[in-house]
Structure formats: structure tokens, C-alpha cells
């Protein structure tokens, strides 16, 4: 069963941007965290940064923070990332996650709970 679906993915040169997409369920995205992570080949999962849904509290994880912005449209039930100034060393499939059942914080260290199948996000120099 499918919980969080991402889209928006592609390939891009570097300096262009892309906005990924993470659509959930209300019952996930409603007063919840929800992250974004990615995972390079060869390199362990990274986290990016995380969103309460219902405070609209945002967390930077990395060092991404300033190139890339974490956003929310509570019309649609979605998160965003927005990146922009790409980079070749962004190339990774990247995912969002949320939390189940939903929590009232959005913990550094959090293990959540759903995650998407991914979307591929390719850099060229």
C-alpha cells in the first residue's frame, strides 16, 4: 500500500533547480512530520530536512540549508522541495517520509514510519 507518493524528479545541469513533490493521505499529513531525505549510490541515506505540517516548523538537517527549501500547501496535502543551484554531488533518489501516527514534534533523530518509493534526481556538469 502506497502512502506518500513524490514526483518531480529529473535530470538537470548544474546551477538549474527542480521542485519535488511528496503527496500523502490527510490522516498522515494532517498536524504531522514529514521529512525529505536522499541516498547517493554507495552512501548511506541522508537526511535533508523536516516540516510539521500543522506548527509549519521547519528543520534544516544539512548542509543544504540555503540552496534547498522545505514547503507545504495544506490545500493538497503535499510537502515540497524546492532545490535550486544544483549540484552534480546532489544526484541521489530522494524521499520523504512521514511519521505514523502523527506527533506533535519533529525530533533530529526521529525513525518515521512512511516512506515513498523515490524519485530520481540526476545533476550534470
Known amino acids: 500500500q502506497v502512502h506518500l507518493v513524490e514526483s518531480g524528479g529529473g535530470s538537470v545541469q548544474a546551477g538549474g533547480s527542480l521542485r519535488l513533490s511528496c503527496a500523502a493521505p490527510d490522516y498522515i499529513y494532517r498536524d504531522n512530520c514529514m521529512a525529505w531525505f536522499r541516498q547517493a549510490p554507495g552512501k548511506e541515506r541522508e537526511g535533508l530536512g523536516r516540516?510539521?505540517?500543522?506548527?509549519?516548523?521547519?528543520y534544516y538537517d544539512n548542509p543544504v540549508k540555503g540552496r534547498f527549501a522545505i514547503s507545504q500547501d495544506n490545500t493538497k496535502a503535499t510537502v515540497y522541495l524546492q532545490m535550486n543551484d544544483l549540484k552534480p554531488e546532489d544526484t541521489a533518489m530522494y524521499y520523504c517520509?512521514?511519521?505514523?501516527?502523527?506527533?506533535?514534534?519533529?525530533?533530529?533523530?526521529?525513525?518515521?514510519?512512511?516512506w515513498g518509493q523515490g524519485t530520481q534526481v540526476t545533476v550534470s556538469s
Open positions: 516540516i510539521h505540517t500543522g506548527r509549519r516548523s521547519i
Open positions: 517520509a512521514a511519521a505514523s501516527p502523527p506527533r506533535f514534534d519533529c525530533p533530529y533523530d526521529f525513525s518515521f514510519d512512511y
